[in-house]
């Protein structure tokens, strides 16, 4: 029986409250995309957005490498065949993905355990918080073969490293290693390969217990931020913080600052009758 090409785990926290691992898993081809990975990947994030009790998203992969990006064996043509639209594979296939992966209110980590190249390196990007073992390394190969990144590559990359480094990185196809990836500000931490999973896992566990709207609102506001004006921003966080200020979790957050105690919060239930 062939193995499924994205593997879904559900790690429980407490009684409402869960993580989801995500592992991208087709390592004899180093985990890259076929159509079938995609497909799983966004049915499984949808999952994860319509379960209310799910309060972060683990997403690694399987065996030496987290992704190679796209396969290319997908990509071979017959003689005299017309070239396939790239464009409609990233807007059917791909886009929805990243598109999915930001507008979930629930963090995703994203665990590189090993080499993320081409649109796989721009799908850990697409994470909140990237942790990256320090055998890992990132590769913007598409000029390689006469492309440019997708997967909000050019956007993900200028925004975290800057337009000169997104250049260098995009133009030379040159590896990064995870070290070096920390230093830019590409990835949150750069780990020993042995604890990658368990500070992962960690990182999850410490997501399912903190104030969920707060980490909504995070989320939104700093991505809000690559687009508004000083004055849009300071307006949505108002209004953000407004609803925030009514949340049971405040109340909880400043008892328990007041009385010199870890704060336990209740976390608010997610409404999944809307679409994530």
């Given at each position: 029986?062939?193995?499924?090409?994205?593997?879904?785990?559900?790690?429980e926290v407490g009684p409402h409250a869960r993580y989801r691992v995500l592992r991208l898993n087709r390592p004899e081809r180093l985990?890259?995309?076929?159509k079938?990975?995609?497909l799983q990947l966004k049915a499984a994030l949808e999952e994860a957005g319509g379960?209310?009790?799910c309060r972060a998203v683990l997403l690694t992969g399987t065996g030496r490498g987290f992704c190679a990006g796209q396969d290319l064996s997908e990509r071979l043509l017959p003689p005299g065949a017309p070239p396939r639209d790239l464009g409609d594979t990233l807007g059917e296939l791909a886009n929805p993905i990243v598109r999915l992966m930001r507008s979930l209110p629930i963090p995703i980590v994203g665990a590189v355990n090993?080499?993320?190249?081409g649109a796989g390196a721009n799908l850990a990007f697409a994470c909140d918080i990237v942790l990256a073992a320090r055998s890992a390394s990132f590769l913007q190969a598409f000029a390689r073969i006469g492309l440019m990144p997708d997967l909000g590559g050019t956007y993900f990359l200028t925004r975290l490293i800057g337009p000169a480094r997104a250049r260098g990185l995009a133009m030379l196809a040159e590896p990064l290693d995870a070290e070096r990836a920390e230093q830019w500000g590409l990835i949150w931490k750069a780990v020993d390969d042995a604890s990658l999973m368990e500070e992962a896992h960690a990182l999850c566990r410490r997501l399912c217990n903190a104030p969920t709207q707060a980490l909504a609102a995070i989320k939104h506001g700093i991505d809000a931020a690559a687009v508004n004006t000083l004055d849009q921003q300071l307006d949505l966080e108002r209004n953000l913080q407004r609803e925030l200020?009514?949340?049971?979790?405040?109340?909880?957050?400043?008892?328990?600052?007041?009385e010199k105690r870890p704060a336990a919060f209740g976390?608010?239930?997610r409404d999944t009758t809307q679409k994530p």
């Open positions: 029986m062939e193995e499924q090409p994205i593997v879904v785990e559900i790690q985990n890259a995309f076929v079938a990975l995609l379960d209310a009790d090993g080499v993320a190249a200020g009514l949340s049971p979790d405040f109340a909880e957050g400043v008892r328990a600052f007041l976390g608010t239930p």
